[in-house]
């Protein structure tokens, strides 16, 4: 049997449901409720917050601000949206909180440069370790609402109604800006491979 988009979509809203009456579930303290919904969604907040922030290294960190703040308000969890929706922007304002906290601080590292940092604290052999680096790269090149229009439509896979609700703004400003962020990676992408070649001759 061939595999369309469609089924993509259908398995996306089937584990969206399936998250969001976790959620409720857990708001009743349900503890194995509870213990499911996290582990559904770990990982989706994780890759949120690493690219959302313009620290790698801090992923983990906010992951689990933002499911403390998340349990802590799971009571009052209606299930309008999906869980996964509401959860991402539980840790879009971890995320703004991070960096609020972090420019009230005096500077601990003299370097902006945090890529370089996050490649130097990772083992480089792993496979995809590269196009991952490169990808944040690019993705921090973006302006802050392109990046963040980009990530959370197709990299932690939310509809575009759920993005633009998260991001106050129309679905068709969502769309634009993921349609600008897409067009800048492809031109700074073939400018890499004709530097690449370049090289190589």
Do not use: N
């Not at 449901?17 to 990982?43: I, M």
């Amino acid at each position: 049997m061939r595999h369309t988009p469609a089924d993509d979509l259908s398995k996306a809203a089937s584990r969206d449901e399936s998250t969001t009456a976790w959620a409720l579930a857990a708001g009743t303290g349900d503890p194995d409720a509870t213990d499911r919904f996290v582990r559904s969604l770990h990982r989706d907040v994780v890759r949120y917050v690493a690219h959302l922030s313009a620290d790698p290294q801090a992923a983990d960190d906010l992951a689990q601000d933002t499911f403390l703040r998340a349990l802590g308000s799971l009571h009052r969890f209606e299930g309008r949206s999906s869980a996964r929706a509401w959860l991402l922007s539980i840790a879009r304002r971890a995320v703004i909180d991070s960096h609020r906290y972090a420019a009230a601080r005096p500077r601990l590292c003299d370097t902006d440069d945090w890529t370089l940092v996050a490649e130097r604290a990772q083992p480089i052999g792993l496979p995809g370790f590269d196009d991952g680096i490169a990808l944040l790269d690019l993705l921090d090149a973006l302006p802050d609402e392109r990046r963040e229009a980009f990530v959370l439509t197709q990299l932690a896979g939310l509809p575009y109604a759920e993005a633009a609700e998260m991001s106050d703004c129309p679905v068709g400003t969502v769309r634009s800006r993921v349609a600008r962020a897409r067009a800048t990676l492809v031109e700074q992408l073939m400018e890499a491979e004709t530097e690449k070649e370049a090289v190589a001759a």
